[in-house]
C-alpha cells in the first residue's frame, strides 16, 4: 500500500528564522498533495497544496515544492512565528483515497 | 460562517457497547470525510461521501463501522460492538466538491473504550 512519511517527527526553529518540513510519498501516481496544520486539541487546518503537475506554489508565507523525481514534498515557512507551533501533516490524494502522514511538530523558540 | 463541528467532543463508552458520533458539515458543501487518528499515527481515511453518489467506504477497518449521511448533509458515524482499539479521535471533514477541493476539519471526537 502507499505510504507517506517524513524525515523529522520534530523541528524546533528560532522565531524569524525559515523553516522547512519535508516529506516523501511513494505513489507515483497520486496526483494531489496537501499540507496540513494541527494545534493541540484541534482539527487539521489546510495550508496549501500542490497538483501533480506543478513544482511550486506559493501561499502567504509558505511555499510548498514537489520533486516527482524523488517523490519529495517539502513546506517552507518564511519568517516563523510562535503561532506557527503545531504538527504539520502532508497529505497524499490518489483517487478517492487520502494517505496522511504521521506529522512533524514544529517548535518556535521566541 | 459556520465550520464543521462534531459531537459529542467527549465519548467514554464501554468495551462491547455501541457509540454513534455525529457530523455536520459546512452549509453547500457536498463532499464528507471522516478520518481516524490514533495517538503518535497520522490521520486514517474511513469513508467518503459526494453528493448523492454510492459512499466510498474502502477505509472502514472492520463491518463494525458504517456511516449515514442524510440528506446530503448530517452523517453519523457509528461503531457496532467497540474495543479497545478503536480508541481515538475521529474526525469529520467538508469540501465544496469532491476530493481536490481544500477540506475543512472538524474539532474532532474523543473516543476512549474502556
Known amino acids: 500500500g502507499e505510504s507517506v512519511g517524513l524525515h523529522l517527527p520534530t523541528l524546533s526553529v528560532q522565531e524569524g528564522d525559515n523553516s522547512i518540513i519535508n516529506c516523501a510519498y511513494s505513489?507515483?501516481?497520486?496526483?494531489?498533495f496537501i499540507w496540513y496544520k494541527q494545534e493541540s486539541g484541534k482539527g487539521p487546518q489546510f495550508i496549501i497544496d500542490?497538483?501533480?503537475?506543478?513544482d511550486k506554489r506559493q501561499g502567504q508565507r509558505v511555499t510548498v515544492l514537489l520533486n516527482k523525481t524523488v517523490k519529495h514534498l517539502s513546506l517552507q515557512i518564511a519568517a516563523t512565528q510562535p503561532g506557527d507551533s503545531a504538527v504539520y501533516f502532508c497529505?497524499?490524494?490518489?483517487?478517492?483515497?487520502?494517505?496522511f502522514g504521521t506529522g512533524t511538530s514544529l517548535t518556535v523558540i521566541p | 460562517g459556520a465550520g464543521v463541528s462534531q459531537s459529542p467532543s467527549n465519548k467514554v463508552t464501554e468495551k462491547g457497547k455501541d457509540v454513534e458520533l455525529r457530523c455536520d458539515p459546512i452549509?453547500?458543501?457536498?463532499?464528507l470525510y471522516w478520518y481516524r487518528q490514533s495517538l503518535g499515527q497520522g490521520l486514517e481515511f474511513l469513508i467518503y461521501?459526494?453528493?448523492?453518489?454510492?459512499?466510498?467506504k474502502s477505509g472502514l477497518p472492520s463491518d463494525r463501522f458504517s456511516a449515514e449521511r442524510t440528506g446530503g448533509s448530517v452523517s453519523t458515524l457509528t461503531i457496532q460492538r467497540t474495543q479497545q482499539e478503536d480508541s481515538a479521535v475521529y474526525l469529520c471533514?467538508?469540501?465544496?466538491?469532491?476530493?481536490?477541493?481544500?477540506?475543512?476539519f472538524g474539532p474532532g471526537t474523543r473516543l476512549t473504550v474502556t
Open positions: 505513489n507515483s501516481a497520486s496526483d494531489y
Open positions: 461521501f459526494q453528493g448523492n453518489s454510492a459512499p466510498d
Open positions: 452549509s453547500g458543501h457536498t463532499a
Open positions: 497529505a497524499e490524494i490518489s483517487g478517492n483515497q487520502f494517505y
Open positions: 500542490i497538483r501533480s503537475n506543478m
Open positions: 471533514a467538508s469540501s465544496r466538491q469532491g476530493t481536490g477541493y481544500e477540506q475543512y
